[in-house]
């Protein structure tokens, strides 16, 4: 079983499981495989012993791989433009035979659960997105959404922000370098210690401002030694503003991408925190010798604060893209966290 399929199936167990999952990865075919296993598990009628698969052979699943299930539908993308239409979603004159809504909005007949998957996600159209996301933010009891996409940047923020997102490719390890481990390290053993008044919240802003400068002024000296600038002595007025703003252009980029490296750190971490609070065994930790200060954390908020710790993540690395200063994006998520 995947870390994901794991992740999915103690979170049923425990009645923990959330309403909506973002699954990513870089094979489609297997994200759709991956979503019809986990439908038919939830409405097998003859699990195995565990009960952490299904049995591929009862009346429930056979009809999941059929595609006749009744309480299971997959909406993929339509039309020319390969979009998903409102028209998959809600009742219009042109709508297909079946629709999303007739799926969210009826009562269970054949299982336990309904199931809606929803392939491509980042191709709904904006009338689409806009009727999907009314269900999204109200969704009945006992229905789950599956929306899988390979390009999970394209996945519009409103509908992101409101699904927990699982990474089906590999295991979905977070490689850290000493520098971004040893970090993580203190970070972890901040929050972990006691819970937060908003002081230490801003010990915990303060360790993460002092090494991104750190990681600035590396970036600039490395990439300051190699530039032109520091090779020729004599240079024209025009051609060295050009090369002075191909410097700090490239000097953007790479501080960006390594500030990114800090905050999926930082994420991976919040989500041992959100498995440990759902009950998953430590061994689908990414940061194994982070666990006791994991744990700590874990024990005393709520499933619903662990969750949320990852949606304020995602929306930090989003704003950082874009014209709002650094300092105050970061300040704003660190006082949003909940330890």
């Known amino acids: 079983m995947t870390d994901a399929a794991g992740i999915l199936q103690r979170s049923m167990e425990r009645n923990r499981l959330g309403h909506a999952y973002l699954l990513t990865g870089q094979d489609l075919a297997a994200l759709e495989g991956f979503a019809r296993n986990l439908a038919k598990t939830l409405n097998c009628l003859q699990p195995p012993l565990g009960g952490d698969d299904c049995c591929d052979d009862c009346v429930s699943c056979h009809k999941v791989d059929a595609g006749n299930h009744a309480d299971i539908m997959a909406i993929r993308p339509e039309s020319k433009l390969r979009q998903i239409r409102i028209a998959q979603i809600t009742r219009r004159n042109n709508s297909p035979p079946r629709v999303l809504h007739d799926l969210v909005y009826t009562t269970a007949t054949e299982g336990q659960w309904k199931v809606a998957i929803l392939t491509a996600v ?39 922000s409101r699904c927990l997102r699982l990474n089906c490719a590999g295991d979905g390890s977070v490689p850290l370098n000493p520098d971004e481990e040893a970090w993580l390290e203190e970070f972890a053993e901040l929050a972990g210690s006691s819970p937060l008044d908003v002081p230490g919240r801003y010990r915990l802003l303060g360790t993460l401002l002092a090494r991104l400068a750190e990681v600035k002024k590396a970036v600039e000296m490395e990439l300051g030694e190699s530039s032109p ?111």
């Open 122 to 160: 980042d191709r709904l159209n904006k009338d689409a997105a806009n009727a999907f996301l009314k269900t999204l933010e109200e969704p009945p009891e006992r229905t789950l959404f599956l929306l899988l996409t390979t390009e999970s940047e394209r996945v519009l923020d409103t509908i992101r």
């Open 229 to 339: 600038l520091e090779q020729h002595d004599e240079i024209p007025p025009e051609l060295r503003d050009q090369w002075e703003a191909e410097l700090n252009a490239a000097v953007e980029a790479e501080y960006r991408h390594r500030r990114a490296a800090y905050l999926v750190a930082l994420q991976g971490w919040l989500r041992d925190i959100w498995l440990l609070n759902a009950g998953v065994a430590e061994d689908l930790a990414l940061f194994p010798k982070l666990t006791q200060a994991a744990r700590s954390v874990a024990d005393r908020i709520s499933p619903r604060d662990a969750a949320a710790n990852l949606a304020i993540m995602e929306q930090t690395q989003r704003t950082l893209h874009t014209t709002v200063q650094e300092t105050l994006i970061l300040e704003v998520g660190m006082l949003k966290l909940k330890l």
